[in-house]
């Protein structure tokens, strides 16, 4: 099966700072790259995606970066505000299963 | 769209008893997934569905476990004979297509504890 591992696993940052994370993964045959947020005590929910064929998608303040030679791909969040706190997970898709990293807790301090 | 709804919300059981959790997906969405989420930790497949057909199911799955998708519409989730180590947060999800590259879309999830 697939091995994904996100890093940092926890991240802090000043409000309107940047945040990078970033996610590895094992299966070259992965072709589908989501980002889900999951605030405390809610449902994980799709923020951005990427398909295979992309190398970059961006969405506002939100944007995901794709190296599929090097089997990762990263989300940035620019000008963070405190309600972009919150759990991320990456989840790369391969042989019709979505797997999940272990999440990235994001603290935004005002 | 209504959403992908769960049911229960919570369910505390004894060890030893069965449960059942129901998902009923998006209408128009054709695959449906069962995934278990511990504290701190990322959504852990547990099968799928692609209408009524279950095609996977994670080799990690205790027997205990069954699910079924009755004329591929709503699911059932059912643990047997639970334990202390089946407490977590059950999550369903549905997607629509088979290419992969659509999103899954999570319920609110049925929260198990038993004691």
């Not at chain 2, 009524?52 to 205790?62: F, G, P, W």
């Not at chain 2, 089946?86 to 198990?112: I, K, Q, W």
Request: charged share 25%.
């Amino acid at each position: 099966g697939e091995n994904v591992e996100q890093h940092p696993s926890t991240l802090s940052v000043q409000e309107g700072d940047s945040a990078v994370i970033k996610c590895t993964y094992s299966d070259s045959a992965s072709n589908y790259f989501p980002w889900y947020k999951q605030e405390l005590g809610k449902r994980p929910q799709l923020i951005i995606d990427i398909r295979s064929n992309v190398g970059e998608k961006k969405d506002q303040r939100i944007a995901v970066t794709l190296n599929k030679t090097a089997k990762h791909f990263s989300l940035h969040i620019t000008e963070t505000q405190p309600e972009d706190s919150a759990v991320y997970f990456c989840a790369p898709y391969n042989f019709n299963k979505f797997y999940f990293g272990s999440g990235t807790k994001l603290n935004v301090k005002p | 769209d209504t959403g992908v709804s769960q049911d229960p919300r919570h369910k505390i059981t004894k060890r030893g008893q069965n449960v059942t959790f129901r998902c009923d997906p998006i209408s128009e969405h054709n695959r449906l997934y069962w995934y278990r989420q511990t504290l701190g930790q990322g959504p852990e497949f547990l099968t799928y569905f692609q209408n009524e057909a279950q095609l996977e199911k994670s080799r990690l799955l205790s027997d205990r476990f069954s699910a079924e998708r009755p004329k591929g519409s709503f699911s059932t989730l059912e643990i047997q004979r639970t334990e202390q180590g089946d407490s977590a947060m059950y999550l369903c999800a549905s997607s629509l297509g088979s290419g992969g590259t659509s999103p899954l879309h999570f319920g609110n999830g049925t929260r198990l504890t038993v004691t």
